[in-house]
């Protein structure tokens, strides 16, 4: 019996059917369930890591204890995993070890649209694509197989529509892959110069090899039906274009997308008329053809850039649209803000009333940079909120620094902002800088993090200080604050920006949706002959509050009771 199954949930099946034992992974969407759904095995150990490095370090450390291993991120996360992935691919494995990998083409929760198949060119890794929920059960269980034939990781790449989306998944039995022994190489553990020279040349002769299976593999085929057009394409392309031409074409579906083949695609190419090439993100396939002296068509006709579909393809091959019914109306546009009672909206309230410059981070709380917060000035990645502040400061000065912070939630403070946060107080800098801890990852879902004081699988742990921690790298003004204490807040920011040493001040209140902490208060109320339509209150950009042509109106379906729009009106409108 089939079941159906996120790509994601199938992912995780497939660790679990494969009998591996070891998870590691930092959440980051679209890849975040997978390490939530191994986690329910019992079988399985599953954990949070501070960031991907560590994460990937630790599944590299379990596969060489000899244990099947695997760790998740999304494809900005492999950015920061890069150091031991590239190391990794000479050491390679003892036991099997697959690394999945989710990239998120139109960017639906990321702040570039990478194309993670070259890191699986540069690294010189195999890279496994799947095209739906069976395919990543699957390729996670095939990815294990290679990974212990070829000693070598595996990285398992998704996407946000396969993550995201469910089809059937027949579930199998687990088979146990027992701990293999662990004995002690150096020449192809230690990677210092004059041992990585020799596992260069393994990695030469290993990426040849993989090349020749690729040729047979089962997940690269040939489906040939009418073969005046021939379509080459892997993961969600293969899909759609599947369903826009049926058995109106013939196609190459490539499940293995590093290494190519290139006999197959030879063999391919000389059974249709035109070849065309369809792929999401960058002309990596469409460059491989051109190398072995075919001229598809590929970028051409479709954009490097945005997630394709079903519409994009018909479109582009110049067929008619499918007819659908459409609303009668136009649907307003619902733009991403901050839920009600969300406790970064006191802090980015403050933030832009005071008019400072501020160097803003990933997470839910880059969302002060939307209208009508408009409190952030740059975002980058993970950490370089406080990294960058630093460098912004130097460079402009003292004045500087007396007017910007940088804001960094909890969870990514310990993922890559503790060690910024080292780089000022060493160099003996003078920014302020904010940590919004409202005591969970929240962005992602509300997962663990070091600081929270549980693991992935809920067992109480130790929590990190904060405050602890940010004096023991140097830092000597610590504030707590509530940031629903706008005067307060306003008042530490003041005290923080005129002095000339570093500060850190902690905005502490848990995240409105995080019900082990936070019980939802009475929500308040607008009285209509109080209120003057001033739209003082619509400045804190509260979901939950709305203007009629009455004046301000609160929906009490979604007020949490926080009271931080009260004291914006001059008139007491509003009241409990």
Known sequence: MKKMMLGNEAV??????????????????????????????????????????VAMEAALGA?????RSFCAMKHVGLNVAADPLFTASYTGVNGGMVI??????????????????????????PMLEPSDSEECRDFAKLGYALSEQFDTPVLLRLSTRISHSQSGVAPGEREEAPLRPYEKDAAKYVMMPANAKGRHTVVEARTRA??????????NRMELHDTAIGIIAAGTTYAYAKEVFGEKASYL??????????????????????????????????????????????KELFPLEGEFSQKLIREKMGLAPVPFDEFGEQIPVRPPVMCPGCPHRGMFTVLHKMGLTVSGDIGCYTLGAQPPLSAIDTTICMGASISGLHGFNQARGEESAAKSVAVIGDSTFLHSGVTGLMDIAYNQGISTVIIADNSITGMTGHQENPATGYTLKGDPTFAVDLETLCRAVGIHRVQVIDPNDMKALEAALKEELAAKEPSVIICRRPCALLKR???????????PDLCRSCKACMRIGCPAIRMTEQGAVIDDTLCVGCGLCKPLCAFGAIAE
């Open 517 to 527: 902490k936070v019980k939802p208060g009475k929500p308040f109320v607008i009285k």
């Open 12 to 53: 995780a099946r497939g660790l679990y059917e494969a009998g591996c034992r070891f998870v590691s992974s930092y959440p980051g969407t679209p890849s975040t369930e997978i390490t939530e759904f191994a986690a329910k095995y019992p079988e399985i150990y599953a954990e949070w890591a501070p960031n991907e490095k």
């Open 253 to 298: 579906k490539l499940g293995m997308v590093n290494p190519l083949p290139k006999q197959l695609i030879l063999d391919f190419a000389a059974k249709v008329e035109k070849l065309y090439v369809i792929e999401e993100l960058d002309d990596i396939l469409e460059t491989h053809c051109r190398k072995l002296g075919l001229a598809p068509v590929g």
């Open 100 to 125: 999945g990998v989710a990239d998120d083409p139109s960017m639906h929760s990321s702040q570039n649209e990478q194309d993670s198949r070259h890191y699986a060119i540069a690294a010189k890794l």
């Open 210 to 219: 993989l090349a020749e299976w690729a040729e047979q593999a089962e997940i």
């Open 63 to 67: 596969s060489i204890g000899g244990a």
